[in-house]
C-alpha cells in the first residue's frame, strides 16, 4: 500500500468477519449525526421564517440576520473516563432537553438555554461517535463505516429541510416551533439507541475490562481466536495508560502530525464554505428572487444532493482511499465556485442589486451549487470527521478528537457570525475567497496527508514514520514495560 507515494507495509491482516453485529452498532452510533445535521437544516430554515423573527429578534427583522447555537469541548474526560457509550448518551439526552426548550421557548432566554442544550448535545455526540466507529469497525471496512456518520449528517439536513419547507405554510406563525421542538426526535433516536450498544473494546481497555473487551471483540469480528488483534489493542492501552496527561502529552513533538490534522483538518472543512450554503442556504435564494418557499425548497434540493453524493463516498473510500477522495473534491469545489463567481458577478456587479433574475441565470446558479455539494459531501465532509478519528493514538485518541470538534464548531460559528458582513461586502468576492482556501488545503493534502486506507487503527503510527515529511517527528516508543503487562492479560 502507498502512503502519500512512499510504501507502507501494516504486516497486519486480522482474523474476522464482518458481521451483523458490527452494522448494528455503527448505525446506531452513527445515528448521533442526526441531531447535527438537524440542528444545521433547521436553524437556517427557521431563520427565514418572518414570525420566528418578529418574536424573538424584532430589531433585526427587516434586515433578516440569523444566529448559531453554542457548542462545548468538554467532552473529552467523560468519554475517556466513561466510555464511548455513555458520552454519547449524554449527547442525545442534552440534545432532546434543549429541543423541548426550544419548541416552547416563550422569550429569547428560553431560546439561549435551549441552543446551549443543543450545543452540548451535538459536542458529546461529534466527539464520541467518530471514535467509537473508527474503533469497533473492521479495519478494510473502517472508511465506509465511519463515513455513516456523515450520511446521518445528511439526512438530518435533509430532513429539516423538508420540514421547514411545510411548517413555513402553516398559518399563525407557529411552525417554528414545529421545527425547533422537532429536534426531540432524532435526539431521542440517538439517546435510545445506545442503550442497545456495548462500548468498544478499546474503551473497555482504558477501564481495566479485560475480559469484556476480549468478548466484545469476539462478538463484532464473530471469531473465537482474536489474540493478534486483541493484544495489539491492549498493547496500545497500556502505552495509554502511562500517559498521565493528553492534554499536555498531545503537545509534544512525537504528536505534531496529528495535532496538526486535528486542527487543520476540521479548520479547512469549513473553509470550504459548505457550512455556509447548509446554513444559509434558504437566505440565499431568497435575496435571488426566489421568495420564502420557494428558498426552503432550493435548500431541500440540494440537501437531497448531499445525501445522495455521500453514498458515493461510502462506496468509494476503502477502495480508492482518502487522499484520492479529498483531492477530487477539491477540485470539483474550485470548478464550481468558479462558474458561480462568474455568474454572479455577471448580474449583481459590485453593487449587489440584480434586477429581475432570467430563469436560466437561477438555474446555472442552482446547478453550479449542487455540484459544488456534491463534491464537498464525498470529499471534505466525511473525511473531515473520518481521518481524524482514525490517525489518533488511543493515549491522545479523546483529547485530540474534542480539539478536531472544537476547531470545527468554533469556526463554525466564526464563520456564520462573519457572513453576512462578508457577502455585503465581497459581494461575489466571497466564492474567491472559499476558492483560494478550497486550493490551498488541496495543495496541504497532496503534500502533507498520508494515506490510511487498511492500516489497522493501533498500527497507524507507520503511515507517520513512512512520510518523507512526518518521520522526523516520530518517536518509537519503548515497548518493554508494555509487553510485560501483556503477557499477564494475554
Known amino acids: 500500500m502507498a502512503v502519500g507515494g512512499i510504501p507502507c507495509d501494516s504486516r497486519k491482516n486480522y482474523a474476522g468477519k464482518f458481521t451483523c453485529k458490527v452494522i448494528f452498532a455503527c448505525v446506531v452510533a452513527a445515528s448521533g449525526g442526526l441531531i447535527f445535521g438537524y440542528d444545521l437544516g433547521i436553524s437556517g430554515g427557521v431563520t427565514s421564517m418572518d414570525p420566528f423573527l418578529q418574536k424573538f429578534f424584532p430589531k433585526v427583522y427587516r434586515k433578516e440576520i440569523s444566529v448559531q447555537p453554542s457548542d462545548d469541548q468538554y467532552?473529552?474526560?467523560?468519554?475517556?473516563?466513561?466510555?464511548?457509550?455513555?458520552?454519547?448518551?449524554?449527547?442525545?439526552l442534552l440534545f432532546a432537553f434543549g429541543a423541548i426548550i426550544n419548541g416552547f421557548a416563550a422569550n429569547l432566554l428560553m431560546l439561549i438555554f435551549g441552543r446551549v442544550l443543543l450545543g452540548f448535545g451535538i459536542g458529546f455526540a461529534n466527539q464520541s461517535v467518530p471514535i467509537y466507529l473508527s474503533e469497533i469497525a473492521p479495519f478494510k471496512y473502517r472508511g465506509a463505516l465511519n463515513m455513516m456518520f456523515q450520511m446521518s449528517i445528511t439526512i438530518g439536513i435533509l430532513v429539516a429541510n423538508l420540514l421547514n419547507y411545510f411548517t413555513a405554510k402553516i398559518e399563525g406563525g407557529r411552525g417554528w416551533r414545529i421545527s425547533l421542538g422537532g429536534a426531540v426526535v432524532p435526539g431521542l433516536i440517538f439517546f435510545l439507541g445506545c442503550f442497545f450498544l456495548s462500548d468498544s473494546p478499546n474503551s473497555l481497555l482504558e477501564r481495566n475490562k479485560y475480559e469484556e473487551a476480549k468478548d466484545m471483540l469476539r462478538r463484532i469480528r464473530g471469531i473465537y481466536n482474536v489474540d493478534e488483534e486483541f493484544k495489539d489493542l491492549a498493547k496500545a492501552s497500556e502505552a495509554a495508560k502511562l500517559v498521565q496527561s493528553p492534554w499536555r502529552d498531545i503537545l509534544s513533538r512525537k504528536y505534531r502530525p496529528q495535532l496538526t490534522f486535528a486542527i487543520l483538518i476540521p479548520l479547512f472543512q469549513q473553509l470550504t464554505g459548505m457550512n455556509v450554503f447548509v446554513f444559509y442556504a434558504p437566505v440565499l435564494f431568497k435575496s435571488m428572487g426566489f421568495g420564502n418557499n420557494a428558498s426552503l425548497m432550493s435548500a431541500l434540493i440540494t440537501s437531497i444532493v448531499n445525501s445522495c453524493a455521500t453514498l458515493v463516498s461510502i462506496a468509494t473510500v476503502d477502495k480508492y482511499g482518502r487522499r484520492t477522495l479529498f483531492l477530487l473534491g477539491g477540485l470539483q469545489m474550485f470548478v464550481c465556485q468558479a462558474v458561480m463567481t462568474i455568474s454572479i458577478a455577471s448580474k449583481f456587479g459590485s453593487s449587489g442589486s440584480p434586477g429581475q433574475l432570467p430563469l436560466w441565470f437561477s438555474a446555472i446558479v442552482v446547478v453550479a451549487m449542487c455540484i459544488y455539494i456534491a463534491g464537498f459531501a464525498y470529499s471534505w465532509g466525511p473525511l473531515g470527521w473520518l481521518v481524524p478519528s482514525e490517525i489518533f493514538p488511543l493515549e491522545i485518541r479523546s483529547a485530540a478528537q474534542s480539539i478536531t470538534v472544537a476547531v470545527n464548531m468554533i469556526f463554525t460559528f466564526a464563520i456564520a457570525q462573519v457572513f453576512t458582513a462578508m457577502l455585503c461586502n465581497l459581494k461575489f468576492g466571497l466564492f474567491i475567497f472559499f476558492a483560494i482556501c478550497v486550493v490551498g488545503m488541496s495543495i496541504f493534502i497532496y503534500k502533507l496527508l498520508p494515506e490510511t486506507k487498511?492500516?489497522?487503527?493501533?498500527?497507524?503510527?507507520?503511515?507517520?514514520?513512512?512520510?518523507?515529511?512526518?518521520t522526523k517527528f516520530v518517536v518509537d516508543k519503548s515497548s518493554s514495560l508494555v509487553m510485560g503487562k501483556l503477557e499477564l492479560i494475554i
Open 454 to 470: 487498511g492500516v489497522p487503527i493501533e498500527e497507524m503510527a507507520l503511515v507517520w514514520k513512512n512520510h518523507p515529511y512526518w
Open 75 to 92: 467532552s473529552s474526560r467523560i468519554t475517556r473516563g466513561l466510555g464511548r457509550k455513555v458520552t454519547m448518551m449524554f449527547g442525545g
